[in-house]
């Protein structure tokens, strides 16, 4: 594993380093201009999704911003009702700082609640600097940029045990009907084929993307992302069918539907990677690295590994991805310094502290790829890099949250439901329909 290469200064004279001496300002936080600031004894308070490994290894990344400012940290957990959380807090006079924002919808929202502070002119350079113009899309609402995606996804990877698939002597399928049947030979061997999180609703949506991705191809997907064509689209009708050929078959899903409605992500996870296996592969975002690698010890490239989610029907391979996107809100105590962390976030340097623990990918094109501690990590980072603005963003994380992305409701709680019953995906498309459409004209 490469060691982050850092000479740890203090105080205001080490971010003015890190970012491009203009952290000492007077007026914008960290803005150039006479006299010496430094944000020793002040806090940021930070909300985000994130628990476990993530929230441990994004907690390095704000050690090392302390370590450079002075500025202590104060992580909070939100869990997936990130909208619900925030604006409770915000109600209450007890706003964070920074929030973690993991939907476009989401940071939509915020920013047409008048709940955010556009970024600093610093951040926006580096941004343009630094990024492909797909993720300044993605963070910016009518032109102004509210949002910088620190933490990327690539959500188009299926991770498995290579002990597991050389068990029961198959390679890594080519195309979603393979898929399948390897999974039916694995299941075979002794273990499930797929361990499947749904209990956490956003991975159904996640499964949903990449088959409509490939199945309905990217113009239909850019036009149900928006709305402007309906969820009873048959293209829709036609995706779910493709998914229920996986969820009907009680030999594919570890613990059948039932078992993988009373499972969550972290518990997907550990069904392939943990001490005791009960399938051989999980589908999700190339975050599972990071999981299996910290909670389970396993050797990334070694012990788990991943194939390209591979192409439905007469489809190209999706590339699907998401992100979680850093916003200062305006009614939080200390916007200054939640300015400056995500000055600090925008540089290399800081992704390559999360880099090298796994389990992330930057969006930063300037991080030097030998910063991931792995060749697969390294291999999906140059991946998404590469796709620059072809990539195609996570469809529920641009809708609404009311229909992408909360617990219970929407989109969510509805492919939940027919992953417990698939019997009939017109009804279903039916139901997503009704939900988008409230929730688009909310």
């Given at each position: 594993m490469m060691r982050r290469r850092t000479t740890l200064l203090t105080g205001c004279t080490a971010l003015a380093l890190t970012l491009g001496a203009t952290a000492c300002g007077g007026g914008d936080p960290v803005s150039a201009g006479g006299g010496d600031k430094?944000?020793?004894?002040?806090?940021?308070?930070?909300?985000?999704?994130?628990?476990?490994?993530?929230?441990?290894?994004?907690?390095?990344?704000?050690?090392?911003?302390?370590?450079?400012?002075?500025?202590?940290?104060?992580?909070?957990?939100?869990?997936?009702?990130?909208?619900?959380?925030?604006?409770?807090?915000?109600?209450?006079?007890?706003?964070?700082?920074?929030?973690?924002?993991?939907?476009?919808?989401?940071?939509?929202?915020?920013a047409g609640n008048g709940w955010l502070k556009p970024l600093?002119?610093?951040?926006?350079?580096?941004?343009?600097?630094?990024?492909?113009?797909?993720?300044?899309?993605?963070?910016?609402?009518?032109?102004?940029?509210?949002?910088?995606?620190?933490?990327?996804?690539?959500?188009?990877?299926?991770?498995?045990?290579?002990?597991?698939?050389?068990?029961?002597?198959?390679?890594?399928?080519?195309?979603?009907?393979?898929?399948?049947?390897?999974?039916?030979?694995?299941?075979?061997?002794?273990?499930?084929?797929?361990?499947?999180?749904g209990q956490d609703g956003w991975t159904l949506t996640d499964w949903f993307e990449n088959v409509y991705l490939s199945q309905a191809g990217p113009e239909?997907?850019?036009?149900?992302?928006?709305?402007?064509l309906k969820w009873t689209d048959q293209s829709v009708v036609d995706v779910l069918t493709t998914l229920a050929k996986l969820f009907q078959d009680k030999q594919l899903l570890a613990g059948g539907r039932k078992g993988a409605l009373n499972t969550d992500f972290p518990g997907s996870v550990e069904k392939v990677f943990g001490p005791e296996p009960e399938a051989g592969m999980v589908y999700e975002g190339d975050f599972v690295a990071g999981v299996a690698k910290d909670q389970f010890g396993r050797k990334i490239g070694q012990d788990a590994d991943f194939f390209a989610f591979p192409p439905v029907g007469g489809g190209a391979a999706p590339v699907v991805s998401g992100g979680d996107a850093a916003v200062v809100l305006k009614d939080g105590k200390n916007t200054k310094a939640g300015m400056a962390l995500l000055e600090y976030l925008a540089t290399p340097e800081a992704a390559a502290v999360w880099a090298e623990t796994g389990g992330f990918l930057s969006p930063n094109k300037k991080l030097d790829l030998a910063s991931y501690g792995?060749?697969?990590?390294?291999?999906?980072?140059?991946?998404?890099?590469?796709?620059?603005?072809?990539?195609?963003?996570?469809?529920?994380?641009?809708?609404?949250?009311?229909?992408?992305?909360?617990?219970?409701?929407?989109?969510?709680?509805?492919?939940?439901?027919?992953?417990?019953?698939?019997?009939?995906?017109?009804?279903?498309?039916?139901?997503?329909?009704?939900?988008?459409?409230?929730?688009?004209?909310?």
């Open positions: 430094s944000l020793d004894g002040q806090t940021v308070t930070v909300a985000g999704v994130w628990s476990g490994a993530e929230q441990k290894n994004f907690q390095k990344v704000l050690d090392a911003f302390t370590e450079k400012t002075g500025a202590e940290t104060r992580f909070v957990s939100t869990g997936d009702n990130v909208s619900t959380v925030v604006g409770s807090k915000i109600e209450g006079g007890n706003a964070p700082d920074v929030v973690m924002v993991p939907q476009v919808g989401v940071l939509q929202q915020f600093s002119s610093t951040t926006r350079k580096s941004v343009a600097a630094n990024y492909a113009t797909v993720w300044k899309d993605y963070g910016s609402v009518k032109g102004t940029l509210y949002g910088l995606y620190f933490k990327a996804a690539h959500k188009s990877t299926v991770w498995y045990s290579p002990a597991a698939l050389d068990q029961a002597g198959v390679q890594p399928p080519k195309t979603y009907d393979e898929m399948l049947k390897a999974g039916r030979t694995v299941s075979d061997s002794g273990l499930a084929a797929f361990s499947v999180a239909k997907y850019d036009a149900l992302a928006a709305h402007e792995d060749d697969v990590t390294r291999t999906t980072a140059k991946s998404l890099i590469a796709a620059g603005d072809s990539v195609r963003f996570d469809m529920s994380d641009q809708a609404p949250a009311a229909f992408g992305g909360t617990k219970g409701a929407g989109e969510w709680k509805i492919l939940q439901d027919f992953l417990r019953d698939p019997s009939d995906p017109k009804a279903t498309a039916a139901q997503l329909e009704t939900a988008a459409a409230k929730a688009y004209k909310g």
